[in-house]
């Protein structure tokens, strides 16, 4: 038992060294108070953290019309602090070799399975939105509970060694599952689901305030992922007939955007879970056709998308739809129940 604790202690020591280490490379973001060496008023500073933006990364990438709505703050004094962000942040070219090293920072994420692993090109990756989309029991929701888990890893076992931030619109969430995942991984149970913050959203107005709040939390702690469990559901609930169309997709695209700057900004893996449609124009040939909904808006803003299906009994298909840096059409069979296949890897 005393060895038992020893070792428990000896691997916290080390995910803190390597969490030092990560912070001492190079910060990923300049804080937002920052803003006050340069002359901007506290006050000022106060008002962009009310609105959500505590980072001059964050703040770069909000247009000047959005941050002249923020009550209190003109187009002079938003001029001015736009100024004052360019000389801490530099949003301008940089060379492809400098746009490479930063690409070193990005985290890949283990999903538990090796076999998707090698497909996704080692996990999950941290600055981008990885969509899975497939009818209902297809694995989605059970690869986020996986990752609830893997994610709070160090580094140095294909972990992102990170916080957890998880966004239900589906009522899909249980705890309870991530208990026998974590022990499969051999970690504490109770500490896992202590590192996961969890919030259950009613309609699409409060999915994105939740994504307005989680920056202050992110600026604070070392987060690494956050699970967006389906992205589409309560826009299909809030908008209905073709009539509001337009409206619910210029909506979802907003929502969009806010998931890529929160990605990019903290360097943090989106997994989001959407859901399919018929598809009455897939062809005679298929014999069930369906396709991802969200249309256009949604294929443009992820950066790498994961169609599932059903296989054989408890198999399940993962194929990559669509990524910039992953051959598409490329399929593997993995169990329907993620956390047995860790036993295969340890």
Do not use: W
Request: proline share 3%; glycine share 8%; with cysteine.
């Amino acid at each position: 038992m005393a060895m038992q604790a020893f070792k428990s202690e000896e691997q916290s020591q080390l995910q803190l060294v390597e969490r030092e280490e990560i912070d001492d490379e190079e910060d990923l973001f300049e804080a937002i108070d920052k803003l006050t060496a340069h002359g901007i008023n506290a006050g000022d500073v106060k008002k962009l953290q009310d609105a959500g933006i505590y980072t001059c990364n964050g703040l770069m990438m909000q247009t000047k019309k959005s941050l002249t709505g923020i009550k209190g703050l003109s187009e002079a004094k938003v001029d001015k602090i736009c100024e004052a962000a360019e000389k801490i942040v530099n949003f301008g070219y940089i060379t492809g070799s400098d746009a490479l090293l930063k690409r070193k920072a990005v985290v890949r994420i283990t999903t538990g399975s090796q076999a998707l692993d090698e497909l996704l090109g080692g996990g999950v990756e941290t600055s981008a939105i990885t969509e899975a989309f497939g009818e209902f029991r297809s694995g989605k929701t059970q690869l986020a509970h996986t990752l609830c888990v893997s994610t709070q890893l160090p580094v140095n076992m294909r972990g992102g060694n990170g916080k957890v931030a998880y966004i239900d619109t589906e009522g899909t969430f249980r705890p309870d599952r991530i208990v026998p995942i974590a022990e499969r991984f051999g970690m504490d149970p109770g500490a896992v689901l202590d590192n996961i913050i969890y919030a259950r959203a009613y309609t699409y107005e409060h999915q994105y305030n939740l994504l307005l709040g989680l920056a202050a939390k992110m600026a604070e702690e070392p987060f690494r992922l956050l699970i967006v469990d389906s992205v589409i559901a309560l826009f299909r609930v809030d908008f209905t007939g073709r009539g509001e169309l337009a409206d619910r997709q210029q909506k979802l695209a907003q929502m969009l955007s806010r998931l890529t700057k929160i990605a990019e900004e903290f360097n943090v893996a989106v997994y989001m879970t959407n859901q399919v449609i018929a598809d009455p124009g897939g062809g005679v040939f298929i014999s069930d056709p369906k396709k991802p909904a969200g249309g256009h808006v949604l294929a443009h803003a992820s950066t790498i998308r994961l169609m599932f299906r059903k296989g054989k009994g408890e198999q399940r298909v993962c194929k990559v739809f669509d990524a910039p840096n992953l051959p598409e059409a490329e399929a593997i069979s993995f169990p329907l129940n993620l956390s047995y296949s860790v036993i295969i890897m340890t």
